[in-house]
C-alpha cells in the first residue's frame, strides 16, 4: 500500500485528506473538526462504534442522530435528521488507491446523506478497506464487508452462513444500493477522508 500516492490522489479528486498511524488519533483529528453546537450524523459503522466518537460528541454536548441507539420504530425519523445534520461521519466499504469510495448500503440511509443531504462529511478508513483497483474495491464490498454486517445484524441471507456474496434476492438482502463516489459533488463544502495505518471495522 502506497499511502501517499492514496493520499495525492484523494486530494487531486477534491477530497481532503489525512493520515494518522492509530485509530484513536483519527478519532481525535475527527472530533477537532466539529464545533460545539454543530450536529452531526451517523449510520450503523462499526469503524466509528469502535472508536467512540459518537460517544464522545454526545458527552461535549453536540447534537448526535444515529438509528443505531433507537428503537426500529424511531429509526426513519432519526433516518432523515442524520441526512440533514451539520456534519455526517462514516466509513466506506473499500477506498481504491485511486481514491474512489465504494459503498453498499440496504437502507439507503448513509448513502443517501453521503451523496446529497449533508454538506460537511467525514469518511474515517482503516487500511484494511484500502483495495488497489475500483473492481477489487466493490469485490471487497460484496465479499468481505457485507457478509460480516449480514452475519452482525443477524440476517437471512446466504453470505451471512458462507461468507460470501451470492448476489441474492433475499428480502433480508443489505446490498439494495452500491455507490461509487468519485468526487465530492457541488453542493457539499467539506468531504474529509481520513485513512488510519491500522485496520478498522469490516
Sequence with gaps: M?????????????????????????????????????????GGSVTITSLGILQTLVERGNKVYSHSTVPESERSVVYQKAGSADWY???????????ELVNIDGAANRVSALCFGVKKIIYIIGKNKIAPTLEAAIYRAKNVATPLNAKRLNKKTPCAVTGRCHDCNSPDCICNVTTITHHPTKYQTEVHVVIAGEDLGY
Design 2 to 42: 502506497d499511502t501517499q500516492k492514496l493520499l495525492k490522489n484523494l486530494k487531486t479528486r477534491g477530497f481532503i485528506p489525512a493520515y494518522f498511524e492509530s485509530g484513536k488519533e483519527a478519532a481525535a483529528y475527527v472530533c477537532s473538526l466539529i464545533a460545539d453546537g454543530e450536529s452531526v450524523g451517523s
Design 89 to 99: 461521519i462514516t466509513s466506506a466499504n473499500a477506498v481504491t488507491e485511486g481514491g
